[in-house]
């Protein structure tokens, strides 16, 4: 089917052979009429087929990729006819062929051919600004803006947006400050200029812009929310001020009170925040730009019956993304001890950031179930589309197997997936820990001396590597040392000083040892490291304390290896 832009040529050599070719008032009856007749059919027959072709020739060079010769067959094919609709598109073509000054030069012709044509001057306009032009755009827009003065607020606003593409932002302001300037008893003429400086960085000009737009229309809710985005980058309390103030008087600003909210949150003004939530849902009960933000912030505070309630809701509107939905019910599910309906909403999460997390959930779930064949399946049938995620499977089902007491094959699942990705930090990592699950230190050694030569800072890899010797009452000064410098880079890490204060045990340094456990336990009440602190109260005689923490610890953590050990050493 001929395009659009053949059958406008087609439309005008039609044009050119019946109509506007009567016989001219001074024309000499020299021939007979017939004669003459039929030597202009002749010669509109071949004008006719030459704009065809030539037609034809544009386009067909644009579907076969040639955007030169397309561009060469219209630009001819315009200045001749100088027919606008012909004009349009050999501009058109000119710019998909890049070929700008050739575009700019048939928007001229464009323009002097229909100078009333908005679209002329438009595409005129764009092409400066493609161009980076500007000196020449100025009148090009004032001329735009006077010509619809109906739409006077809205062009204005349009036009940084039409200057997105131009990279430098100071000239780009400048321009809109003059084009701007003659009107600035509107509101939107001020945005324009705040926008503008906004871009340039000018944040003081662009603030003091803001405010101008917001004293001529004061319940304007963009503006609002554009001075409280640019007070923001100063001071949080600042933006919530201002906006607090605009919600009071305008009650109805749904989108300003749902910034102030979140601003609220990231202040960790929480109650607060909750306020206005509740008012959002109140006036807007099934948004779901308001109901989710209301589900994580009740989630956050603990609160899971709202949370749940908001999120089920989501659930019943247009949220697009309704796996994220399911990923949180689940994960309360999870929680709150309900297996099967946890497993049924991570089978619905079919896609998104949450799919292999709930794809690793639901295989842990039907772990505990006793189903672990069927739970390495399901990690087997999920295709992770990114290197991340394959590792992320990896990782989910080495995990499995370890729970399952099936280290050796946890290993294996990670050796192999070395094969392909040797310098991988987190596959070498976890091959490491697991080597020494299955009593194979030195291959712990060589996993993660191969993870420390790519990230020497690496704070888990020194941990790991350090704790082993130190475990193995080996190399202590070394251990020592690389649990120094992990713990250099992660100082409020309970587990790297657990770490720390083994190997200052191991080297008979108890006091200092006792100190940096009994600090690591307050952090964190980790069996492991109540075992190592029982141990050393007890070394240190004071075994009342020790058998105090080791039984608190069982109690709290029935299934754990070590502590069980330090258990059944102890309190036989």
């Given at each position: ?488 880079l992660a100082p409020e890490d309970p587990f790297i000083m657990d770490s720390m204060g083994w190997v200052l045990y191991r080297q008979g340094k108890l006091a200092e040892a006792l100190q940096t456990l009994e600090r690591a336990y307050k952090i964190k009440a980790d069996p492991e490291i109540a075992a190592h602190l029982g141990e ?19 109690k709290a953590n029935p299934d754990n290896e070590v502590l069980a050990g330090a258990v059944k050493k102890y309190l036989p």
């Amino acid at each position: 089917m001929p395009s659009k832009f053949i059958v406008a040529a087609l439309s005008l050599a039609l044009g050119l052979t019946h109509g506007g070719y009567g016989l001219a008032a001074d024309e000499p009856p020299a021939k007979p009429i017939a004669k003459r007749l039929a030597a202009r059919a002749a010669s509109s027959e071949d004008l006719l087929a030459r704009t065809v072709f030539q037609a034809l020739v544009g386009e067909f060079a644009l579907q076969r990729g040639d955007a030169k010769l397309g561009s060469d067959a219209w630009t001819d094919l315009a200045q001749r006819t100088r027919d606008p609709k012909v004009i349009a598109r050999a501009t058109e073509v000119a710019g998909f062929a890049r070929q700008y000054d050739r575009a700019l030069e048939l928007s001229k012709l464009w323009i002097e051919v229909e100078p009333n044509s908005t679209q002329a001057k438009q595409t005129q306009s764009s092409l400066l600004v493609m161009t980076n032009r500007l000196e020449d755009l100025a009148p090009q827009l004032t001329a735009l803006l006077e010509q619809d003065k109906a739409n006077l607020g809205s062009n204005l606003l349009h036009m940084n947006r039409m200057l997105t593409r131009v990279s430098d932002k100071k000239a780009a302001q400048a321009l809109i400050d003059r084009i701007a300037a003659p009107y600035d008893s509107l509101p939107e003429a001020h945005f324009a200029m705040a926008q503008a400086a906004s871009n340039a960085n000018d944040n003081l000009r662009a603030l003091n812009e803001t405010e101008k737009a917001l004293q001529l229309r004061p319940d304007w809710e963009m503006a609002a929310l554009a001075r409280a985005q640019l007070q923001a980058r100063q001071s949080g309390k600042t933006a919530i001020d201002s906006l607090s103030e605009f919600v009071s008087n305008n009650a109805a600003a749904r989108d300003a009170r749902l910034t102030l909210a979140r601003l609220l949150i990231a202040e960790k003004r929480y109650s607060e925040a909750r306020q206005h939530f509740d008012r959002l849902i109140k006036d807007n009960p099934d948004s779901p730009e308001v109901i989710y933000p209301v589900a994580m912030l009740a989630l956050q505070q603990g609160d899971t019956t709202t949370g749940r309630k908001q999120l089920e809701h989501l659930l019943s509107t247009d949220f697009p993304d309704k796996s994220t939905i399911h990923f949180f019910l689940g994960q309360l599910d999870q929680e709150q001890k309900k297996p099967e309906m946890a497993l049924e909403h991570f089978r619905q999460v079919t896609g998104g950031e949450q799919y292999i997390a709930a794809r690793s959930r639901a295989a842990q779930i039907l772990l505990q179930q006793g189903k672990s064949e069927e739970a390495r399946e399901l990690l087997h049938n999920t295709r992770g589309g990114t290197v991340a995620e394959r590792t992320q499977l990896t990782l989910a089902e080495s995990q499995l197997l370890r729970e399952a007491g099936r280290h050796n094959d946890a290993y294996i699942v990670l050796d192999s997936a070395l094969s392909t990705q040797p310098d991988n930090p987190e596959l070498l990592y976890e091959a490491g820990l697991t080597a020494e699950r299955i009593g194979k230190p030195e291959l712990l050694e060589t996993h993660i001396k191969h993870l420390l030569a790519i990230k020497p800072d690496h704070a888990h890899a020194l941990n790991a590597l350090g704790y082993s010797w130190a475990e193995r009452n080996v190399r202590l000064p070394e251990a020592h040392d690389l649990i120094a410098k992990a713990l250099s880079l992660a100082p409020e890490d309970p587990f790297i000083m657990d770490s720390m204060g083994w190997v200052l045990y191991r080297q008979g340094k108890l006091a200092e040892a006792l100190q940096t456990l009994e600090r690591a336990y307050k952090i964190k009440a980790d069996p492991e490291i109540a075992a190592h602190l029982g141990e050393i109260l007890w070394t240190l005689d004071r075994k009342d304390e020790a058998r105090r923490i080791l039984k608190e610890a069982a109690k709290a953590n029935p299934d754990n290896e070590v502590l069980a050990g330090a258990v059944k050493k102890y309190l036989p």
